[in-house]
């Protein structure tokens, strides 16, 4: 599956970019935060308000378990995973990169954004490799650089959900018209078999008996004997 990934940061100068365009998302966009805490969606909340969002949806999974029942459930415009997700019980889960990976090896597809204070290249690369954005701020939730991620994360996704459509219906064009093309052939292969065939026995003769000249026709008189 083709994704596209992204590390930012809130002094990054993509960010300049991404205000002077910014992609339109939607009135009522549908976010998850998986987390240990519950941010406080105020701020983003009014900056979505600012944007055109009116009616946004945020939902909130304490634990890794928990947001993939949730996922099961329903599905979202763009999942936010905060670093913060350890909890008091430890589980393989925990582990972002192993949260991606079940997010994505359930058929999920929705724009996934990873928020933590610090990171490494070799792990920002294979949080990418899942199409997993990537934001390195202090900020969590309240940070200016969220917004303008999740547009480009949704915007991104929604991309690949296209592309993923139009391949298929390229597909099935593809097969439409092989099949058509096989009928097609087949109906001409079957069109020259009769025309090189020979003619059965009965067209053969009338064909003949077409092909003779008219005879002369003799009467005779049943009265007389008399030939005419």
């Known amino acids: 599956m ?23 998302v939607s009135h009522r966009l549908r976010l998850l935060w998986i987390g240990a805490q519950e941010p406080s969606w105020v701020g983003l909340a009014l900056r ?20 993939l029942a949730v996922l099961r459930e329903e599905n979202f415009d763009c999942v936010l995973v905060s670093d913060s997700t350890t909890t008091s019980s430890p589980t393989p889960l925990d582990d972002p990169e192993l949260l991606l990976q079940a997010i994505r090896g359930s058929g999920n597809d929705d724009a996934i954004i990873f928020i933590t204070s610090r990171i490494d290249d070799q792990r920002s690369a294979r949080l990418c490799a899942y199409g997993c954005d990537v934001l390195v701020t202090r900020n969590s939730c309240d940070s200016p650089a969220l917004l303008p991620l999740i547009r480009r994360a949704v915007s991104n996704a929604e991309r690949v959900r296209d592309h993923r459509r139009l391949s298929v219906v390229h597909q099935r ?7 058509e093309a096989q009928h097609l052939l087949q109906q001409q292969r079957s069109f020259i078999e009769k025309l090189e065939s020979p003619f059965p026995p009965n067209v053969e003769e009338r064909r003949r008996s077409a092909d003779e000249p008219s005879r002369p026709v003799q009467c005779e008189s049943s009265a007389n004997g008399s030939q005419i």
């Open 173 to 179: 064009r593809l097969v439409r018209e092989r099949d």
């Open 48 to 67: 979505l308000d600012a944007d055109g969002c009116h009616e946004p949806r945020f939902r909130w999974a304490a634990t890794p378990c928990d947001a």
């Open 2 to 24: 083709e994704t596209e990934a992204t590390l930012v940061t809130p002094d990054s100068a993509d960010m300049t970019g991404l205000f002077r365009q910014p992609v339109e």
